[in-house]
């Protein structure tokens, strides 16, 4: 198959990328800097350049993962807008190009996030749990409306991905140089949730909803044993055979990182994959120890 993804440079893109490729597909990357890209073909997007309009007609799927990393500068007005705008703007201009050439046979995967939820406490969610006025739910919504515009012109998946395990990069690569230190410890109370997902996971979510002709609509794309932070953490420190023994006060991260301290650390969702889990979806890393045992061992 020829498969599109926008936003491949990121971490889940590339390893999405370099799947596809070894099974053989034609993978066409959507980048602001074609010359870069490893594996696939680097078109160019973005400004008023629009060859890359041609790939999305010819394509039997279009997967959109792009957008800036929410947790990479700290939320000030400008790096909200820029937020919004690196989800919300290329995921309408991809909805365009697709409406502009209807397909029901091409599948549009596009990223949404766990964050839809706001933060919930110890309430479980599924996909029909409503979200609430934060900042990342309203942006969530807002991004997953854009993807829902091209439903009649391609069978469209939303995935609302959570925290995404991998040693290539994202929370976990981060986390893992003070804990293997023993340096490593709670945040906070430690009793918000995480719903993680093992990068081989969400590689094969994306795989199957390209598959899959029944799937369609929003999926929360996180395994099915979400875990406390406490949890989290104790997990980490027995499968690196190192103590956790230094926490990080609430207080500390809310003076370090301002107003992103609280919705991406302090609080959290618990997420279940009710959708995936109904429609045949098979997880290989289910459980936290499973997943980390994998990935550090």
């Known amino acids: 198959m020829k498969i599109v993804i926008a936003g491949g440079s990121g971490l889940v893109g590339q390893a999405l990328a370099e799947k596809l490729s070894k099974r053989g597909d034609d993978v066409v990357i959507l980048t602001r800097e074609p010359a870069s890209v490893r594996t696939g073909r680097g078109i160019a997007w973005g400004g008023s350049d629009r060859g890359w309009k041609a790939e999305i007609r010819g394509a039997s799927a279009v997967v959109n993962l792009a957008g800036s990393g929410i947790a990479d500068k700290r939320w000030t007005g400008r790096r909200k807008k820029e ?23 091409r599948t549009f995967v596009s990223a949404s996030a766990v964050g839809y939820y706001g933060a919930r406490g110890d309430e479980e969610l599924d996909e029909a749990s409503r979200p609430d006025e934060s900042f990342l739910s ?13 439903s009649d012109a391609s069978r469209v998946v939303v995935l609302r991905i959570g925290i995404v395990l991998s040693t290539r990069g994202g929370a976990l690569a981060k986390m893992l140089p003070p804990f293997r230190l023993g340096a490593g ?45 406490a949890e989290f953490t104790r997990v980490l420190s027995r499968t690196l055979s190192r103590p956790a023994i230094v926490p990080v006060p609430a207080f500390a991260l809310r003076a370090l990182l301002g107003e992103m301290a609280g919705p991406l650390l302090l609080t959290g969702q618990r997420v279940l994959p009710e959708r995936a889990a109904g429609a045949g979806f098979r997880f290989q890393h289910p459980t936290l120890d499973e997943a980390l045992t994998s990935l550090l061992r």
Do not use: C, F
């Open 138 to 150: 309203k942006l969530s919504v807002e991004w997953e409306s854009e993807a829902l515009r091209a």
């Open 185 to 229: 410890g709670r945040l906070g109370s430690g009793k918000q949730w995480m719903s993680w997902i093992h990068l081989d996971d969400l590689v094969a979510m994306i795989e199957w909803s390209i598959a899959t002709p029944g799937v369609r609509g929003a999926y929360n794309a996180t395994a099915p044993a979400p875990v406390t932070n």
């Open 83 to 105: 937020l919004r705008e690196s989800r919300v703007v290329s995921t309408r201009a991809l909805a365009d190009a697709m409406i502009d050439a209807p397909d029901p046979n």
